[in-house]
């Protein structure tokens, strides 16, 4: 609930300045991106015993975005969030002795969001973005040993592999034309802390 008041307090800062902003170069009506950002907030974290340590071999996040432009400031859309991760365990850290098991981890993300452009100008845009959604998470086990070790395994309940997802971006930037960029963004969620990646316009009907 806490995380909900945060956002929607978010949400209101950034449509303030965005509002006040001169009419400058107004965006597509139609926006593609796809982008790839590190350390993205999955909250999903199996672990297979508190004793146990492992080895993290992070992809980082892969996403995919449609915003629909209401005006020149405003736009709201749908993301698609992909995180694959791979742990091996071990029995002691940070060596590869004693191992336990190999375990791949990944989530899919579904999430509306609301994207502002507080600054348009010929080839800069500067904005900010906010999204929430639902995250669905499963696992995979290799090369486990249940007559060497015991693993806690985790709930195969439908409502356990279900969790809230969002992103919150105070500062994107996007370089380019109107109708391609490439853009930075720095933020948390499932898109990653910092993400980069290119935006596509649809060329508006005269």
Excluded at 42 to 68: C, D, M, N, W
Excluded at 98 to 106: A, D, M
């Amino acid at each position: 609930m806490k995380t909900k008041f945060i956002i929607l307090g978010l949400l209101v800062a950034f449509a303030v300045p965005a509002f006040a902003q001169r009419d400058t170069i107004r965006s597509n009506k139609n926006e593609f991106s796809i982008g790839y950002g590190v350390m993205p907030s999955s909250s999903f974290r199996f672990k297979p015993g508190q004793h146990y340590y492992p080895l993290e071999e992070h992809v980082g996040a892969i996403y995919a975005t449609y915003t629909r432009r209401l005006n020149k400031v405003i736009g709201i859309g749908a993301t698609y969030c992909f995180d694959p991760r791979v742990y091996t365990y071990y029995e002691t850290p940070r060596t590869r002795e004693g191992l336990i098991c190999r375990l791949g981890e990944s989530s899919h993300t579904l999430m509306f969001h609301l994207k502002i452009n507080w600054l348009n100008t010929k080839y800069v845009n500067l904005y900010s973005k906010v999204g929430q959604g639902v995250m669905a998470w499963g696992y995979n086990l290799k090369e486990y040993q249940p007559d060497v070790f015991e693993i806690d395994m985790p709930s195969n309940k439908f409502k356990d592999r279900i969790d809230y997802a969002y992103q919150i971006v105070p500062i994107g930037v996007e370089i380019g034309t109107k109708r391609c960029a490439g853009f930075i963004q720095c933020g948390i969620g499932m898109e990653g802390m910092i993400s980069i990646g290119f935006r596509y316009g649809l060329k508006d009907k005269e």
